[in-house]
């Protein structure tokens, strides 16, 4: 309670006691009892006022209610006793009030020390418990034996402890995806510059013939090819994941799209002997999509399809609408995904397969440049279930 509201009430209980004493007995015992209740009163605010300054001191929340219930006690039993003594009260009934006074402060200490005992369990819970998450624990019960506002306390430190150890989490994943990226860059960087090396070397010894050096310049520019492929992926996965890209969202026909982009890859697959079809109705709704990055998606599933299916095999890429937007589908009759490929094939560097599937080339970035471009877009990306081959389906907004 504020000082200024104890010293009113104080005033008010004083004057409101002199005047019943006043106008029920007389004027002295009056002023009298208003005089007590003020000099008693007043030394007890008095006191706690000091007790309250020094409370910064103060060690133990029970040994400041024991001395604030001890102070008031003792000095209403001063007061009272002065008081008797004014009065002329007989011995008897002097003792007969000190008892009371004193039994009176009894049970007043009992009932603080009983009642304040829940208050302090609970506040030494709420301390322990954040003491051991200060020494390094996230799992800790904050449990309060009340509703109250310990209870309130206790919540919000729960709360805040448990979104601390989410952020925590989601720092050490970062970290780890940051580390493996960093361990996949430099492994697939290190090869192909590994072979450089040892191509340069050559050429520049005298050791080898005319003929063998265009072979080695040849291999050399391959190399320094899937080098600059590398680069520019994760350079643009990398702006991707920062959202540091200017989309520029329009409305797409997914008919001319899919065609354009089917025809720009239709050698590749012509050299495998690989036949795709296109199945896109030229009324399908437009999609709202950036269609550069809407090829690069197209272009890197085309691209999987066609690495992924044996020679006279088929590709199929087709487009349906599904109720809010569109979705696209690239479909192939190849070797299909295992369970654990299907969970990592969007992460980045993840290359599926057994050794021979990895060697057919590829950094493991164009799935995951498809997730972040999709994604982008407001859409999703997965695997649908497909008895033979692959289906990989997109989802897009439409326009
Ligand atoms: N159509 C598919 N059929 C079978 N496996 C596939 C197919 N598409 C992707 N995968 C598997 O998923 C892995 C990841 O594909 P992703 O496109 O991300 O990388 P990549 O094709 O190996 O390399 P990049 O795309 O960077 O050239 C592939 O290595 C492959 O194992
Ligand atoms: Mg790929």
């Avoid at 080098?227 to 520019?232: C, D, G, I, K, R």
């Avoid at 691209?303 to 095999?313: F, L, M, S, V």
Wanted: net charge negative.
């Amino acid at each position: 309670m504020r000082t200024w509201a104890g010293i009113a009430g104080l005033l008010l209980a004083s004057v409101a006691g002199g005047l019943l004493f006043g106008v029920v007995y007389s004027s002295h015992d009056g002023l009298l009892m208003g005089a007590y209740m003020l000099v008693c009163g007043g030394s007890v605010v008095a006191t706690v006022e000091v007790l309250k300054r020094q409370r910064g001191r103060a060690r133990s929340l029970a040994r400041q209610l024991a001395t604030g219930v001890a102070v008031s006690v003792g000095l209403t039993t001063v007061g009272v006793g002065v008081i008797a003594l004014l009065m002329f009260v007989s011995p008897h009934d002097g003792l007969v009030m000190a008892v009371l006074l004193i039994f009176a402060g009894a049970l007043g200490a009992y009932a603080v020390a009983a009642l304040s005992r829940g208050p302090l369990d609970d506040l030494r819970v709420v301390r322990d418990g954040l003491r051991a998450v200060g020494e390094g624990r996230r799992t800790v019960r904050l449990e309060t034996g009340a509703q109250d506002e310990l209870a309130e306390l206790a919540e919000a430190a729960r709360r805040m402890v448990d979104q601390l150890a989410q952020g925590e989490s989601e720092r050490d994943a970062a970290d780890r995806g940051r580390r493996d990226l960093v361990a996949a860059v430099s492994h697939d960087l290190r090869t192909p510059l590994t072979s450089l090396r040892l191509l340069s070397e050559a050429i520049e010894s005298d050791l080898v013939d005319a003929e063998t050096r265009r072979d080695y310049v040849e291999q050399m520019s391959l190399h320094i090819r899937s080098l600059s492929a590398l680069v520019e992926d994760l350079f643009e996965l990398s702006r991707l994941e920062a959202g540091d890209i200017h989309w520029s969202l329009q409305r797409v026909a997914l008919d001319e799209l899919v065609c354009e982009t089917v025809e720009a890859m239709r050698a590749q697959a012509d050299l495998k002997r690989i036949n795709v079809a296109t199945a896109v109705p030229a009324d399908l709704a437009r999609a709202w999509a950036d269609p550069e990055r809407l090829q690069r998606v197209l272009f890197n599933l085309i691209q999987n399809a066609i690495r992924h299916t044996p020679a006279d095999g088929s590709v199929t890429v087709m487009a349906e609408p599904n109720g809010t937007g569109v979705e696209v589908e690239v479909a192939d009759t190849g070797e299909g995904l295992g369970d654990q490929d299907r969970d990592r094939a969007f992460e980045p560097f993840y290359r599926g397969g057994n050794g021979g599937a990895r060697s057919r080339g590829g950094s493991g970035l164009g799935l995951a440049i498809c997730r972040a471009i999709v994604e982008a877009h407001g859409g999703r990306i997965w695997f649908a279930d497909a008895p033979s081959g692959t289906r990989v389906r997109f989802s897009l907004p439409a326009a």
